[in-house]
């Protein structure tokens, strides 16, 4: 549980996401992941994010696991109905996973399998109050466990959202606060003035808020994202940087670098790094810091 001794001792955590194979062949997650062993808190494992079909964040989890890593299970409500999130979470722990995250997971219209129907059969507070009570020994039928699970629970918080109020965005997290969440993973970002509002509204001795640094991969996804990603701001001056770089791949390596070492500075419990497919990227991003 080495993120959460990282918590508790008041330590700045690195947290890695790592994509598990759409697929069987886990050579690639699992060297990527082995390269940057022991200067990773955790590896957050997403559970087909974008609403794109691959290995579960269950399986993926238990891969790194059994290499001696730890990792953070995401898990969320449009997947499965309440009966098999609470079995997935059992398993989980069973095997040695204590950290998880819980989300809602995005429509599967955005996704390769456009024709899925969603099943959220609970919500997202509904999902942690089920992790609590069977943290405390009973299923969401109130039938008693035979051996209670224990997780250090994560999830997500917008914390640049636009055309949203700081003061309704900490509403909603503190009521995930109360369901039992320790950590919360933002959106990516590239500058702290987008979150000032947000920060300036929140306990940091209540919440660990984890901003997301984004690996760009080129000037084009850099003005992508500023043009069509929502709650995410990208400075135009970083777009300058990028666009007179003659190496423009390390250019924004760098950036990556530079970002997680000033969000240490700033004081932020942790970052989560991630790299969508560069994981090979890891070690020069941390290598940097």
């Known amino acids: 549980m080495q993120l959460k001794r990282r918590f508790d001792a008041g330590e700045f955590a690195i947290l890695a996401e790592m994509e598990p194979p759409k697929g069987v062949d886990v050579s690639t997650m699992t060297t990527c992941a082995l390269k940057v062993k022991g200067k990773v808190d955790a590896f957050v494992v997403p559970e087909m994010s974008n609403a794109v079909m691959r290995m579960s964040s269950l399986g993926g989890a238990m891969i790194l696991q059994s290499k001696g890593m730890d990792t953070v299970m995401q898990l969320n409500c449009r997947d499965r109905n309440r009966i098999a999130l609470q079995a997935d979470l059992l398993a989980a722990c069973a095997c040695g996973i204590s950290n998880v995250m819980a989300v809602t997971g995005e429509d599967p219209s955005f996704g390769d399998h456009f024709q899925a129907r969603s099943v959220y059969d609970i919500d997202l507070l509904e999902l942690l109050g089920a992790i609590g009570n069977l943290q405390k020994g009973k299923d969401m039928a109130g039938i008693e466990l035979s051996g209670a ?141």
């Open 149 to 289: 699970p224990q997780f250090l629970v994560g999830s997500t918080v917008n914390a640049g959202a636009k055309g949203k109020s700081p003061e309704l965005v900490v509403e909603e997290m503190n009521k995930k606060i109360d369901a039992g969440v320790v950590f919360f993973i933002s959106p990516p970002l590239f500058d702290l003035s987008a979150i000032a509002p947000f920060m300036k509204r929140v306990d940091l001795k209540k919440a660990k808020i984890i901003p997301t640094v984004l690996l760009l991969k080129s000037l084009g996804m850099a003005r992508y994202m500023m043009r069509n990603v929502d709650d995410v701001y990208v400075p135009e001056s970083l777009l300058d940087r990028i666009q007179k770089s003659a190496d423009k791949v390390r250019e924004c390596t760098q950036i990556a670098s530079e970002m997680v070492t000033l969000l240490k500075q700033e004081g932020f419990s942790g970052v989560h790094i991630a790299t969508l497919g560069w994981e090979h990227k890891l070690p020069e991003i941390i290598g940097r810091i």
